[in-house]
């Protein structure tokens, strides 16, 4: 009678460990703002809002809500583990939108802009919500890829779709736009106002933080930068 040398089987595995294993043995990096999505198999993504899920109950219970009698918290873990997975951190966990990139059969040349586009993020320190607004600047040349309008918003929602430092998000998405477009020049703006520092802190509730990204052209010629950034509403 032969024995069974199949492995033991892992079901009693975190999935969120085998998760990191792979991430780990891939020598991938897992950071707040980074997306995983390549390294989550099928059905895994519910396995892990249920483990969430769970951790979340953990963590009501160490505040001392009576989960079981309040009626209004009752359900409060699930829909904190939706919310987290399927909403304001789905840009961790799903693959990049679909952009259809067509060349520039017309050769265009002129400055584009597209905004503002709203902004919906967190930021990784406190997970409180950033929301602003961000305008996308393009020098397009012969060879730059076209893309709907509509994409620049989907390639936003997913870069900021995950717990962002404003200063690294600009950076990630002007990197992605960068490389799916391949322009002469690109500039972008962020405006956004944070709740770490309105709702907690200092609670200052006025102040936003502006920041921008310029690349190629917007680097080197001046004149180009200021007609981009004098064609921005209200920010100047």
């Known amino acids: 009678m032969s024995k069974n040398t199949d492995p033991l089987p892992d079901r009693g595995t975190p999935v969120s460990v085998k998760i990191r294993e792979r991430l780990v043995g891939a020598g991938q990096r897992f950071h707040a703002n980074d997306n995983i999505a390549g390294f989550i198999e099928p059905g895994e993504l519910e396995a892990l809002l249920d483990e969430v899920e769970g951790k979340m109950q953990g963590v009501l219970d160490s505040l001392v809500i009576d989960t079981e009698r309040d009626h209004n918290t009752r359900s409060t873990a699930r829909r904190v583990a939706r919310m987290y997975i399927n909403e304001v951190f789905r840009g961790r966990y799903t693959p990049a939108p679909a952009v259809t990139e067509f060349p520039n059969a017309e050769r265009l040349n002129e400055l584009m802009i597209v905004g503002p586009i709203t902004v919906r993020s967190a930021c990784s320190h406190h997970f409180c919500p950033v929301i602003g607004k961000l ?34 998000a600009i950076v990630q998405l002007a990197d992605l736009i960068m490389h799916k477009t391949r322009p002469d020049g690109l500039a972008v703006v962020m405006e956004a106002s944070h709740f770490c520092m309105s709702w907690r802190g200092v609670r200052e509730m006025d102040s936003k933080m502006v920041n921008s990204v310029m690349r190629g052209a917007f680097l080197t010629d001046a004149t180009l930068r200021r007609e981009f950034l004098s064609l921005i509403p209200g920010r100047v």
């Open 135 to 168: 305008w996308v600047g393009v020098m397009p040349n012969e060879h730059t890829n076209v893309i709907g309008l509509s994409k620049y918003a989907r390639l936003v929602d997913w870069v900021m779709g995950r717990p962002q430092i404003q200063e690294e």
